[in-house]
């Protein structure tokens, strides 16, 4: 088993904080291995988001249940947080034993299987998605080495919670990774998310350090991370590891334990766009507009048109091939080619 960066202590036949993984008589179990809870055939890659990997490409995205965190703006709260919420009931019920049986529920699906419907679809990239993929770290590292062999690309969209050990077992196996950076304060990460900061900063530098291509989401909630300073700070901590990092900033919607909030106005993306390029990041996107689509960062010209994220992309042949600007020859930092 592979630790995440809660490095929770689990009493004998007692579960952790993410109710997924269960102490066993003294064996910790992965209750959700081989239970998919969500399967989703050609989903576009932009959609992660994912704009410098193998733009305009479908994915073949897979869940299951549960989460290390526990969002009170969580925009997947149905995947992600019921395992707690059962965890809750199933104890005030005196019933904890229940809990493998309750999660477990799902599409009963193996790693073979999951790659064999992978490759019936068409897709040529795996995405581990929609709820936090270290969670079902075990399945998911099966269900990858499987997809390399079948000439597949594996992604991750994360909260980037992983500890070390789990960024080395990543390597070589997953290709590319979103990773949200929620916030740049600490009390941000322990009140509203359940969790800590730093942790978070190392894996983004971690996952850079050990070539595995990384891109960063902020999700701008409205009184709460939207403040010239904090999205300064992020912006400058992303282009401190590598300007070619992109950045995406998104805008969130009611969700969860934050139903009172108002949706972020498009004039916040804007901003934290424009804060994003005066730090001297490369690629900074939004949701529409030419703030979706990649330019060459040399000489301007438009390489990849997008309309946001749910409708994919359209490489522009004349201006953009093999990864490099037809103009002025500038590499554009990414992964353009399948295995």
Not at 70 to 94: M, V
Not at 155 to 164: C, D, I, Q, T
Not at 275 to 298: E, H, M, W
Request: hydrophobic share 40%; proline share 4%.
């Amino acid at each position: 088993m592979f630790d995440l960066a809660h490095e929770c202590v689990i009493p004998l036949n007692g579960s952790g904080f993410c109710a997924v993984r269960k102490n066993v008589d003294s064996k910790l179990k992965l209750i959700v291995y081989g239970s998919a809870n969500c399967v989703n055939a050609r989903d576009p890659i932009e959609k992660k988001p994912l704009y410098h990997v193998m733009s305009g490409s479908k994915t073949f995205s897979m869940a299951t249940v549960g989460c290390n965190f526990a969002c009170e703006f969580c925009q997947n709260d149905d995947l992600s947080q019921c395992t707690k919420d059962l965890k809750k009931k199933l104890i005030a019920e005196g019933n904890p034993d229940m809990l493998d049986i309750e999660v477990a529920l799902g599409y009963r699906i193996s790693p073979k299987e999951l790659v064999a419907k992978a490759v019936a679809s068409g897709c040529k990239i795996v995405a581990y998605t929609y709820n936090e993929p270290t969670i079902f770290f075990e399945y998911a590292i099966d269900t990858a080495h499987l997809a390399h062999e079948h000439g597949l690309l594996n992604v991750f969209k994360s909260n980037g919670f992983e500890s070390a050990r789990t960024v080395e077992k990543m390597i070589g196996v997953i290709d590319a990774a979103n990773i949200d950076l929620k916030s740049f304060r600490d009390d941000f990460y322990r009140k509203i998310c359940h969790s800590r900061l730093q942790p978070v900063l190392d894996t983004i530098r971690r996952l850079h350090d050990a070539g595995i291509w990384t891109e960063v989401t902020t999700l701008i909630v409205p009184g709460e991370n939207d403040s010239d300073d904090e999205l300064t700070a992020i912006a400058q901590f992303i282009a401190s590891i590598d300007v070619n990092i992109p950045w995406h900033v998104t805008q969130f919607h009611p969700a969860y334990h934050m139903m009172d909030k108002k949706r972020t106005p498009i004039e916040s993306v804007e901003r934290a766009y424009k804060i994003g390029k005066k730090a001297g990041l490369n690629f900074v996107y939004g949701r529409s507009g030419d703030q979706s689509c990649t330019f060459c960062p040399k000489c301007g010209q438009k390489l990849i048109h997008r309309e946001g994220f749910i409708f994919g992309a359209e490489i522009i042949s004349s201006a953009f091939a093999d990864g490099k600007c037809k103009k002025c020859g500038t590499s554009i930092p990414g992964v353009w080619k399948f295995r």
